[in-house]
């Protein structure tokens, strides 16, 4: 490879003294956030922040393109990671998060949200873009049937899979000690179905037209058949009409969901039909049948697509940020995993996706959003949603956080009470102050002023990296860029938003100012790649 001479000028001088002021103002933030506990806490993240500035450096001095054909193996590698988390992770908190080396102890999951970067950067780097919803889940992909029977198999003695209606019933005869809902007149619901009855009589009448006008060229019916043909829909139609109107005032019509969900607790009851698990063998079997014909699509597809290469065949991008994701979930830490979605539907959306199907995959993620209030999250989970708005309504429970901080923001008022000065946080009112809270200690001390400078801060970091991602010279460098103003852009955007009240509290350290050795070294080494991929973009 032929050598490079670089000159200072060629060096982003912004983007490091952004990074320098950002770094200088998150260790002086956490010498007065921990100065109550540890004293000293501010010293440990100064040596991480020295150890990712020397590795800033290093990477700065090779190719950053060398790690697209590397991209993979990394990935692969932290997914492992994230099994062995599951397995023989430290737990702390509820969850099982951190993975011991000898001394070292990191979190594979900060990690992972790199990895995800590069993996669909190698991806989409080397395929045009313009995607549909069926480019990107690829239905028939061999990973798809085989990921479907292992969940299948997983799942074959899990009570929600063989006995789910009767796993509803008691799930909220267990939650509920009456009714868990009062049946209303909702006379919407009834005249919304008449006026959607309505509409499709009217469309079938417009295409039964259609039809006759195009065989009037042909074999023109007759009269008597036209009368029977508006007859017979006339009357399936009626009759449903009518059945609207017999079952005017019947529970199911007035309240369908609310009613449902009654019968289902009435018969968990003792004496009812779910009162005790049905281990019926229906469904399991039917799905098992079901899965084992995709499996046959899928090889057929495998055997008949010649064209596609076998990394297509195997694979599909919503696959590689999928399994991250899942394993995530898992530990559980929703607000990284999130912050892995968040930077893949970026890159995606950057790439190139078509309307329809970015329409359907927000149906499907509200969807996705529904199940996974009633079947993921746990109960403390639900809790910090419903305090979201009215954290003063459970003051000393699930809204603890929430509310110490808005009172630590708003004392800051212009200027700030001082460093080491600020009440919320040298009396240790405020949880988590040197993680996810960082930014209240730094509000309440600097006030309005000092909030602004950070903000902007911020703000221009991640101008500056969107701009090395549209000067970048080829699509991989392009992509990298992107996926790592993503990861600053969405994790700044969503711990500001926590601490300031504005969106649930979820686990999320602030971009080099949160203390946080992983945290710390996973953006230090986003940002040494930064650095390459402007260097080489200077360049001829």
Known sequence: MRRMHYKLEDFNWSLLAVVLCLLFLGILNLHSAASMRNPDLYLTQLYWALIGCVIVASINLFDYRITENLAYLFYFAICIALVLVLVVGKSAGGARRWLALGPIIFQPSEIAKLATIFCLARYFGQRPGGYTLRGLVR???????????????????????VDPIGELARTLSAHYDRMPVEVNEFLWFRLLLLGALLVVLMVTFYFVDQIERRQALLEPWSKTKRKKIVFLWALFYGVLFSFVILAW?????????????????????????????????????????????????????????????????LIAPIDLLLLPTVLIMAEPDLGTAGIVVLIGMTMIW????????????????????????????????????????APEEDITGAGWNAYQS?????????????HREGSQTQLSFLPEQHTDFAFSVWAEEHGLLGTVGVLLLYFLFVVIIFRIAIDARERYGALLATGIGALILWQSLINISMVTGMFPVVGMPLPLFSYGGSSLLTILFGVGFLFSIYLRCRTP
């Open 139 to 161: 239905p028939l992909n061999l990973s798809r049937p085989i990921f479907l029977l292992g969940l299948l198999f997983w799942s074959w003695s899990k009570p929600w899979f």
């Open 249 to 313: 005032n019947n529970p199911w019509l007035v309240d369908p969901v609310g009613h449902l969900l009654n019968v289902l607790w009435l018969e968990a009851r003792p004496g009812g039909a779910y009162t005790a698990l049905d281990p019926g063998w229906v469904l399991r079997t039917l799905m098992l049948f079901l899965a084992l014909i995709y499996l046959s699509l899928g090889v057929w597809a495998w055997r008949n697509f010649k064209k596609q290469n076998i990394e297509d065949k």
């Open 350 to 389: 950057i790439v190139g996706v078509q309307m329809r199907s970015q329409v359907i995959m927000l149906g499907c993620g509200s969807l996705l959003a529904l199940i996974g209030w009633f079947g993921v999250l746990k109960e403390y989970q639900k809790r910090r949603i419903l305090t979201f708005l």
């Open 406 to 418: 808005l009172i630590a923001v708003g004392s800051g008022r212009w200027f700030g009470k001082g």
